[in-house]
């Protein structure tokens, strides 16, 4: 198979879009979510999407399908919040190395069924390591400034139990996603290094930032040459933003993000910015163009959607991406 460094240095990359938003159309209640398995669990388990790669594995193979189909060369796991902290909420802390070992198998499966089919276009799975609902650089009590939901030994360790069962299931990428709290990420990061060292693997790592809003920081405060200075202490595959912006209020960061990275950049940026009901309004044309202008400028070498977005909307981003040439990593002395 052609190798993944080989590839970006040829062309710009698709990423799929949102799990969520196609996991939502199908309108699965309680009992949709408890399967059989889980038919006595002791707490209500309904918009615990992860799960979903136990109880309904078929709907999220047919999901990565429609991916891969639309054009993506990576989709990523369904495993946003498979983590012991992500999992609390549910009471199932105890299932997570199945959940997250079950959805990299499914990925799996499905990217290596493109990939034999089109050899010269083989197809990857990220597993999708999501930021906890966490922090550990604040406090989530106002009128305790000190106190700490989590400690950074915590994070590492929940980490390692949702990294071991991705690469038990088959990843080729590991990729910190939707990262608010650097410290957060660094903690994954510090878990996935020593597994890295102590199994001698070598899957790529790729971290995704999210800016919040219109000050152009993340939520524990990082201007983006900050958030990319905290970064470099590993050997990464890409970094890159996504979420919390559509691709026109992120374009800015990215295109300074770019400017100083010594890696490849990635982005996968919203539909849009929800509207007063929390979906999303952005039409998979009007995120094309969008998306163009990153390409024409050069900023990127992975693109592909998040919140809101779907199998369109990557067709169309897929179909324009195929149009420009990759960003070439160099540093403005």
Request: proline share 5%; hydrophobic share 40%; charged share 20%.
């Amino acid at each position: 198979m052609i190798a993944l460094e080989e590839l970006l240095q040829k062309r710009i990359l698709v990423l799929d879009g949102a799990m969520g938003t196609m996991i939502q159309a199908y309108g699965f209640e309680e009992a949709d979510y408890r399967g059989d398995k889980f038919l006595n669990h002791p707490c209500t388990v309904k918009g615990n999407n992860d799960m979903l790669s136990i109880t309904q594995p078929d709907t999220i193979k047919e999901i990565h399908r429609k991916y891969y189909e639309a054009g993506a060369d990576i989709v990523e796991t369904n495993t946003f919040s498979s983590t012991t902290i992500g999992m609390a909420d549910y009471q199932m802390e105890s299932f997570v190395y199945e959940l997250n070992y079950q959805s990299a198998k499914i990925a799996r499966e499905v990217a290596d069924e493109f990939s034999a089919i089109t050899p010269d276009k083989p197809r990857f799975v990220a597993g999708s390591i999501g930021p906890t609902n966490r922090t550990a650089s604040m406090s989530p009590d106002v009128n305790d400034p000190g106190y700490r939901a989590v400690t950074f030994d915590q994070l590492v360790e929940a980490y390692r139990q949702q990294v071991e069962g991705l690469v038990a299931g088959g990843v080729d990428i590991l990729l910190v996603e939707t990262v608010f709290d650097t410290l957060n990420a660094k903690a994954a990061l510090f878990a996935i290094d020593g597994l890295k060292t102590e199994n001698n693997w070598s899957h790529p790592i790729m971290v995704s930032g999210t800016i919040t809003d219109a000050s152009g920081r993340t939520l524990s405060g990082q201007t983006v040459e900050a958030f990319l200075i905290s970064m470099t202490h590993i050997p990464l595959l890409s970094i890159g933003f996504n979420c919390a912006l559509g691709a026109d209020q992120l374009h800015p960061y990215l295109q300074r993000l770019s400017t100083q990275s010594p890696f490849y950049t990635s982005a996968h940026p919203n539909a849009g910015l929800p509207n007063a009901f929390g979906a999303y309004d952005q039409t998979p044309e009007e995120m094309q163009k969008l998306i163009e202008s990153y390409l024409a400028d050069g900023l990127v070498n992975i693109i592909g959607g998040c919140c809101g977005t779907t199998p369109d909307h990557i067709r169309l981003i897929a179909e324009v991406a195929a149009k420009y040439q990759p960003r070439t990593i160099k540093i403005d002395s």
